[in-house]
């Protein structure tokens, strides 16, 4: 951990230093004093035409006395209601043509003696040719010029503050969570003390449960091909706090003035109000949306979440992006149409850019779509990063003339980094050679050697590369378990599925004793230390290839604490076979008395000599089990018999387990606070999850789940 606290502090200050650089330019929060100065201007233009549009600072100009005279009228009316500074500010303002006040009052006595023009009045009159008599404006005219200019800023100070707030949200919440975690680890014995029937009412109805029911893990089916996965509840209403604030900030606080100089439609004016909001609050938005999906989230260790909880947020904040830069565009269309600059406007590079960016958004919501991402995910992280590069060019490119690319560059340098951590973790692992090993016809053993000072912890995974022409640049999580066997070495436990395991369960079948040699690099180890430890009891309910993570934690609890941890360790497997790939591991457990595990085959008489199919889903295997039927030879029954020979220590059940029913004796049963730790198929998982909330009453001690979920 303590190499990690480098790219911590780095990438806290990278992101810092790239936040407060944005605040040069872009970044800007208007006072009232801002505002007279730039309100007479624009309703003057508004009017009449002084002097030509090459002349800078015209209205300083002691020589064009009807300009000065003219704007020292209005700024002596905006001082009435509006700002008493405002000659102050406009003397100011003309530093650099070295104006005096007393040439200031000599050009608006001038201007009065000779009398302001009533320009409506006034016969051929143009408005853009330029006039040389003071003209005359109204109190209310200037009062709502100057109503005009503040609310168009106000409102940009509303935008960086609603954008300040909503990123703000999350590293409040985060560090909220990450002071909890901590709370966990270094004082057990007070989070411990957090029990009774309040509390658990609060959890119970918070906390626990599933947003729905006790749909979680579990891939739901939406019109059979549309798959979510549900959030927990507490991440749901985290989830929900922030998109309610995120609405309301979008949608109030909004003043419209008439009449508007500036825009003096309604339509154009909300338009462009609507938009400008909505830019801004995208712009302060982006950073925190890299950095949470990237794999080196100095968040992450601070908060203690997992990654999933990650790309989570990351999906919401994403979508929220998404929409409020259609508004943007959409505010922008109505304000650009009304007044006649849409074409001229569309064909500005800046404004394409933007238009690219939000179709590379749109695609990117879409593509993320759990279908996708189950059905080719190579594919999905493909267009997905291609698609992040053009959404975010775009963006730089559109948000430069106003100078707000700062916080692209912000954005960019929290994804390089990730990027940079990541390819150091792969160099500074190396190539190794490891053994991969086909066990069971159903999941790949990979055994790594690894440096010394690599150091793994129970709960961690790791990306591997496999250096094959096929597979090489894709990079796959998995648990990792500090070898039982030799020192340091790790060892991996792949099932076969549909992608890159499949590719290597081709190629080991086909090698002698489907063994064979390849050279890997891995990039880890990632995932945070959870408190299991803390816990005086625990209970490990684990399904199928979930096991390794569990295994790792569960051991490492007992040789640290002994015999005065009692540890239930549940491992749910289809068929004998699975025993295949776990058996060292199974084996070391008769060193380690006080782990009693507990092993369920719910199809016992299969896949001992057909070839296991892969690659079956939660429902599937519902179906096969019904139709499960025994064949018939001696051999399996031997090998059976055999293997529970081997293994006296582990108990064996024949039948699937409802872990909703043991889940609650064990909380029943239990004399001291207890942790639950799952990690299975969805279903499984869920049924844990569901008992926990119910049960919780049922104990007087804390029970505490700890959930692994392998996928995002
Ligand atoms: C933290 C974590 C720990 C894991 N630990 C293990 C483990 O110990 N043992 C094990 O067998 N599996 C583990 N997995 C799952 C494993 O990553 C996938 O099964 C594997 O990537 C599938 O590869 P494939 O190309 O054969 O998949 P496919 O058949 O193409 O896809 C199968 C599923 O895996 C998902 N998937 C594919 N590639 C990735 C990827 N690069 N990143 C994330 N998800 C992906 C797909 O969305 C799909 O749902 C873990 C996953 C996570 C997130
Ligand atoms: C007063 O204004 C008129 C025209 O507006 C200008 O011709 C004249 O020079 C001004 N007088 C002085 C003293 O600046
Ligand atoms: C200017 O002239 C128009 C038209 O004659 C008149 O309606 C208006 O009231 C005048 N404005 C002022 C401020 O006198
Ligand atoms: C005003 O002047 C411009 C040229 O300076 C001319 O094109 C325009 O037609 C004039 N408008 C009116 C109403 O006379």
Not at 53 to 62: A, L, Q, R, T
Not at 283 to 308: C, D, E, H, K
Not at 494 to 504: A, E, F
Request: glycine share 6%; proline share 4%; hydrophobic share 40%.
């Amino acid at each position: 951990m303590v190499s990690l606290n480098i790219p911590i502090y780095t990438l806290l200050s990278l992101f810092l230093v790239s936040t407060v650089d944005a605040s040069k330019d872009g970044y800007q929060i208007y006072h009232a004093d801002d505002f007279p100065v730039q309100a007479c201007t624009g309703v003057i233009g508004k009017t009449a035409t002084f002097f030509g549009s090459d002349v800078k600072n015209g209205f300083c100009d002691v020589k064009n006395q009807p300009a000065l005279g003219t704007m020292a009228e209005c700024i002596e009316m905006m001082m009435k209601y509006k700002n008493k500074d405002s000659r102050k500010l406009f003397l100011a303002s003309c530093k650099k043509s070295k104006l005096t006040q007393d040439e200031y009052f000599a050009a608006l006595q001038n201007a009065t003696d000779f009398g302001f023009v009533n320009t409506t009045a006034e016969k051929g009159f143009n408005k853009t040719e330029i006039y040389d008599k003071p003209i005359l404006l109204t109190q209310m005219k200037v009062d709502r010029a100057y109503d005009a200019v503040a609310t168009r800023w106000y409102n940009y100070n509303y935008a960086q503050w609603f954008g300040i707030a909503l990123m703000c949200y999350w590293f409040g919440v985060l560090f909220i969570s990450g002071a909890i975690n901590l709370c966990y680890f270094l004082f057990p014995g007070f989070i411990k003390s957090f029990k009774g029937k309040l509390v658990n009412t609060f959890r119970l109805y918070f906390t626990l449960p599933a947003l729905f029911g006790k749909t979680h893990v579990h891939h739901k089916a939406i019109f059979k091909h549309v798959f979510v996965m549900f959030p927990t509840r507490l991440e749901s209403i985290i989830v929900f706090g922030w998109f309610a604030m995120a609405l309301i900030m979008c949608c109030t606080n909004y003043v419209h003035v008439v009449p508007n100089y500036i825009w003096p439609d309604r339509s154009n004016e909300l338009g462009r109000k609507v938009a400008d909001r909505t830019g801004q609050i995208v712009m302060w938005l982006m950073p925190p949306l890299v950095l949470f999906t990237g794999r080196n989230n100095f968040m992450q260790w601070i908060s203690g979440w997992p990654y999933a909880r990650f790309v989570y947020i990351h999906k919401w904040i994403s979508r929220i992006v998404f929409f409020m830069s259609i508004a943007h565009a959409v505010g922008m269309t109505y304000n650009g149409k009304k007044l006649g600059k849409y074409e001229s406007r569309f064909l500005e590079p800046y404004v394409r850019w933007g238009t690219v960016s939000i179709a590379c958004m749109g695609i990117m919501c879409f593509q993320s779509l759990m279908y996708f991402r189950r059905n080719n995910y190579e594919l999905f992280i493909l267009i997905h990063v291609l698609m992040a590069v053009f959404a975010i060019g775009g963006l730089w490119i559109h948000a430069r003339p106003q100078h707000f690319h700062y916080f692209m560059i912000a954005t960019v340098s929290v994804w390089v980094f990730d990027r940079v951590i990541r390819i150091a973790r792969l160099a500074s692992f190396g190539l190794r050679t490891a053994q991969v090993q086909l066990i069971a016809n159903e999941t790949v053993k990979v055994t790594v050697p690894r440096p010394a000072w690599w150091v793994p912890f129970p709960g961690c995974h790791a990306f591997i590369h496999f250096m094959r022409p096929t597979c090489f640049w894709q990079s796959h999580p998995f648990t990792i378990v500090d070898s039982v066997a030799e020192t340091r070495t790790i060892t991996f436990y792949l099932k076969v599925k549909g992608g890159m395991t499949h590719g290597l369960y081709q190629y080991l079948s086909k090698q002698p004793s489907q063994t064979a040699s390849i050279k890997v690099s891995v990039e880890g180890p990632y995932g945070n230390p959870v408190a299991i430890n803390r816990f005086e009891s625990s209970v490990f309910i684990a399904g199928g290839n979930g096991v390794p993570g569990l295994y790792y934690e569960a051991t490492s609890i007992a040789k640290r604490f002994g015999e005065s941890r009692p540890i239930k360790f549940y491992w749910v497997i289809r068929h004998y076979r699975s025993l295949d790939w776990f058996y060292q591991e199974l084996q070391k457990l008769q060193d380690l008395p006080s782990i009693k595990p507990i092993v369920y085959v719910t199809q016992p008489h299969i896949g001992l000599t057909e070839p296991i199919e892969t690659n079956i889903t939660d429902d599937e295997l519902e179906q096969e089990e019904e139709q499960e039927k025994k064949s018939d030879t001696y051999e399996k029954e031997d090998y059976i018999v055999k293997r529970r020979k081997q293994m006296s220590h582990v108990e064996f059940r024949e039948y699937r387990p409802d872990f909703y029913k043991i889940v609650a004796d064990e909380i029943k049963e239990t004399v001291t606070p207890l942790a639950i730790a799952s990690c299975a198929h969805g279903s499984m998982v869920d049924d844990v999850r569901k008992s926990v909330a119910d049960h919780l009453n049922d104990s007087q001690y804390r029970i505490e789940l700890f959930e692994q979920i392998q996928g995002w």
